[in-house]
Nanobody, 119 residues
Framework: QVQLVESGGGLVQAGGSLRLSCIVS????????MGWYRQAPGKQRELVAR???????KYGDSVKGRFTISRDNAMNTVYLQMSDLRPEDTAVYYC?????????????WGQGTQVTVSS
């Protein structure tokens, strides 16, 4: 059974950095589009960044220039490097595998990792 395991979250001051990791256990990510999402309290889950199997990336407007998504296919791991964090980045962060055609998520959500940015 394929599972998503996110880690790396924590409490950080505004302007700080964090690096999130997502390990896909029981499967392989090579050939897959991978995405990072976040969900803040009272808000819908939103796509933050995604990366194709070829390394092409796309970011949400609110994180462009501050977040970087990357992948290590050999380790079945996707990363999200977050810099210049802001209080509005506070959320639970999740990863998932995305369908190529319509970017719908393909796996059950993992537990996520909490990111809290203090002002």
């Amino acid at each position: 059974q394929v599972q998503l395991v996110e880690s790396g979250g924590g409490l950080v001051q505004a302007g700080g950095s964090l690096r999130l990791s997502c390990i896909v256990s029981g499967g392989t990510i090579s050939g897959s589009v991978m995405g990072w999402y976040r969900q803040a309290p009272g808000k819908q889950r939103e796509l933050v960044a995604r990366i194709t199997s070829g390394g092409m990336t796309k970011y949400g407007d609110s994180v462009k220039g501050r977040f970087t998504i990357s992948r290590d296919n050999a380790m079945n791991t996707v990363y999200l490097q977050m810099s210049d964090l802001r209080p509005e980045d506070t959320a639970v962060y999740y990863c998932n595998v995305l369908a190529v055609v319509d970017e719908r998520t393909l796996l059950p959500w993992g537990q996520g990792t909490q990111v809290t940015v203090s002002s």
